[in-house]
């Protein structure tokens, strides 16, 4: 499996509203990241965990709650959004922190929100 | 200035033509190179993978690498319609720094 899977692959919420995005990889990678994309543009780093530890938080607004349950398996929670965050959230994993070895993307979550 | 500079086109040739895709970055830190095919609504795809300077072909697809100019570049050999993406670099400093620093991206269309 050289796959990375992301769930939901498109999702419409309310600025009320409270989801979850879900991504989930079997390669063994011992680290997973989230980005978000816009159109146009590259990809922004979000999150990082490595083996399982948070590692880099971007900055990121609190709105967005990443957690990841084991090492196969990352979520990122959301609640409260904003419509400026209508994107692309992408995740990636790597063989191993740093990423030297490249990053696997999955197909991504096109988030809307309304 | 950007660290990593990518002439965002819109980049278009005929099918068969060899296609050149270039990066240039400002710092001398990053060590590992990439390059990125993304179609449109999906997510990156990683092409080429490279860590020292020189050539690494795979297939149709050549990159190639100067750490003394800090220029990265991928050759698309006998282009289809199948290669118009929009195709990124990145890059990495490695050593457990974990930030994948992209290109703007090159958007590249192959006519038929």
């Known amino acids: ?114 | 200035q950007k660290e990593v500079e990518q002439d965002p086109g819109p980049l278009s040739v005929p099918e068969g033509a060899i296609v050149s895709l270039n990066c240039t970055y400002s710092n001398s830190a990053f060590q590992y190179f990439m390059w990125y095919r993304q179609y449109s609504r999906k997510g990156p795809e990683l092409l080429m993978y490279t860590y020292s300077s020189g050539n690494k072909e795979d297939g149709r697809f050549t990159a190639q690498v100067d750490k003394s100019s800090k220029y990265i570049s991928l050759f698309i050999r006998d282009s289809q319609p199948s290669d118009s993406a929009t195709y990124l670099c990145a890059m990495i400093r490695g050593f457990g720094n974990e930030k994948l620093t992209f290109g703007t991206g090159t958007r590249l269309t192959i006519i038929p």
């Open chain 1, 1 to 114: 499996d050289t796959e990375v899977t992301q769930t939901p692959k498109h999702l419409v919420m309310g600025m009320t509203n409270k989801k979850s995005l879900k991504c989930e990889q079997h390669m063994g990678h011992r680290a997973m990241y989230w980005y978000k994309q816009k159109a146009k543009k590259p990809p922004e780093l979000m999150f990082v965990y490595s083996y399982e530890k948070l590692s880099i938080n971007e900055s990121v607004p609190s709105r967005f709650s990443p957690e990841c349950p084991n090492s196969s398996l990352l979520n990122l929670h959301l609640h409260a959004l904003q419509p400026e965050d209508s994107a692309l959230y992408l995740c990636a994993s790597s063989q191993e922190a740093g990423g030297s070895y490249g990053y696997t993307f999955g197909s991504g979550t096109r988030l809307t929100v309304v």
